[in-house]
């Protein structure tokens, strides 16, 4: 809770150097006035717009953070079926780390952002339409933006070819070794293809997932910058706090886009451009001059991300977690996901 204290601290002190915030909406009209211009890139705002931009690169460069974690040879692993049940077991830390986010960072904070010393319980009502709101454009996207294999019969195949896969090696395995050799070559060939259909069908609900991410680092860069604009302490603080709360993020994120059917080195790339999210949230604050812009675009862009993860989550991939079987598995799955919700509840207390 790094960035509410950053915004408590700003109600009270000034805002750095620099100009107010202007008679424009959050300040930014101001910006077409040349001697507001001058002040906001002055040399006394220089040292504000550097940390607050290397801070918010540095978010978002902790994309970069899976790939100590997860070997190089994991693209090619997932292919076989032990490398589809390592891959739900970081999905389950997935969900676990997208619901802790959720419950225990976002809403808290965008709460946190609208309380009101009347005790007015309006804006609840408010910001909980935004989850709606989040939940329901994510899935007006998927329908708009739907994959070439998302049809049923395609689903329905998959799921049949991968049941028939086990009958058909347990059937040529009485079969004479000239026939065998050639089932071990059906066999290697068809559970490949039943997992590149099976990543295929996902395409969208990787990109949605970046789309969420790069909102997410919007509202870190607004913190950031925000944090930056009230102290070079406090700022420092907030960056690293956002880090800690993103390393374990990023690797179910990590998980999410390589179900979707990216590869290792793709999924990396793409992680990393959301990081601009995260420099236009930067530049959003510091043209705005004044916490009062970051709070009011903070205050519906964080339970609108909410409603983002929550279906990212609850409708992408926790359906592939209940089609396991395995006793074992379905509860290693549970146990990770109490570990990613975990993980998430820690940081926000080591946060506060």
Not at 82 to 103: E, H, M, N, P, T
Not at 232 to 252: C, D, N, Q, S, Y
Not at 269 to 292: D, K, N, P
Not at 335 to 348: D, P
Request: glycine share 10%; charged share 15%; with cysteine.
């Amino acid at each position: 809770m790094m960035a509410q204290t950053a915004v408590a601290q700003a109600k009270t002190a000034p805002a750095g150097p620099g100009p107010g915030p202007g008679p424009g909406p959050w300040g930014i009209k101001n910006l077409l006035d040349l001697q507001y211009l001058d002040e906001l890139f002055s040399i006394d705002n220089l040292d504000v717009w550097f940390c607050s931009l290397v801070g918010s690169i540095a978010v978002g460069l902790s994309g970069i953070f899976p790939l100590l974690v997860i070997p190089n040879e994991a693209g090619t692993a997932l292919k076989t079926e032990a490398g589809c049940q390592k891959l739900k077991k970081l999905l389950s830390f997935a969900i676990g780390g997208l619901l802790g986010d959720v419950f225990l960072h976002l809403l808290p904070e965008a709460w946190a952002y609208t309380s009101s010393p009347d005790g007015s319980h309006r804006h609840y009502h408010t910001q909980g339409l935004w989850v709606i709101g989040g939940l329901l454009s994510f899935l007006i996207l998927e329908k708009v933006f739907p994959d070439e294999d998302s049809d049923p019969e395609s689903k329905a195949t998959c799921q049949r070819t991968e049941s028939s896969s086990t009958d058909l090696s347990s059937e040529v395995s009485v079969s004479p070794q000239t026939n065998g050799i050639c089932s071990n070559n059906n066999s290697d060939s068809k559970p490949k293809t039943d997992l590149s259909l099976y990543t295929d069908i996902c395409k969208t609900s990787g990109y949605l997932n970046l789309l969420a991410n790069c909102i997410d680092n919007f509202t870190h860069g607004l913190a950031v910058a925000g944090s930056f604009l009230v102290s070079r302490k406090v700022g420092f603080l907030t960056t690293f706090a956002i880090l800690l709360h993103e390393i374990p993020h990023e690797v179910g994120d990590f998980a999410i886009l390589l179900r979707a059917g990216f590869d290792r080195r793709k999924a990396v790339r793409m992680q990393l451009s959301t990081a601009l999210g995260g420099v236009m949230g930067a530049c959003f604050a510091l043209c705005s001059q004044s916490q009062h812009g970051a709070e009011n675009a903070t205050a519906w862009i964080l339970p609108f991300t909410s409603g983002g993860f929550l279906y990212i989550a609850l409708v992408n991939v926790v359906p592939d977690l209940l089609q396991e079987t395995n006793p074992r598995n379905s509860f290693l799955q549970v146990l990770l996901l109490f570990c990613g919700i975990a993980v998430m509840a820690l940081l926000s207390v080591v946060m506060d």
